[in-house]
Nanobody, 124 residues
Framework: QLQLVESGGGLVQPGGSLRLSCAAS????????IGWFRQAPGKEREVVSC????????DFTDSVKGRFTISRDSAKNAVYLQMNSLNPEDTAVYYC?????????????????WGQGTQVTVSS
């Protein structure tokens, strides 16, 4: 069973930063396209950003452009989401997921392997 585990969430003040980690077990992340998603209370899960097997990184959510950065550390078999200038609207459960496609697909339907999520709460 392919497994993904998110970590790094927590409570942060507005304007603060968090770095989320997505660690893989049983497979090599370099061979999969990895997406970061988030789901706020009462909202549908949405794709935030993606890192493809070709090395492309894409921010799909306009509100995070310039604030969130996705990256990959092959040696640690992990993908990260650096989140800066956080605001209360960023509060959500954040998930990472893996897709066998070689290019980013901006849909939850494209990703079959999911982590359990990590809570991010932005509040003073």
């Amino acid at each position: 069973q392919l497994q993904l585990v998110e970590s790094g969430g927590g409570l942060v003040q507005p304007g603060g930063s968090l770095r989320l980690s997505c660690a893989a077990s049983g497979f090599t992340l370099d061979y999969y396209t990895i997406g970061w998603f988030r789901q706020a209370p009462g909202k549908e899960r949405e794709v935030v950003s993606c890192f493809s097997t070709s090395g492309d990184s894409i921010d799909f959510t306009d509100s995070v452009k310039g604030r969130f950065t996705i990256s990959r550390d092959s040696a640690k078999n992990a993908v990260y989401l650096q989140m800066n200038s956080l605001n209360p609207e960023d509060t959500a459960v954040y998930y990472c997921a893996a897709d066998a496609r070689t290019k980013c697909c901006p849909s939850v339907q494209c990703f079959l392997s999911w982590g359990q999520g990590t809570q991010v709460t932005v509040s003073s």
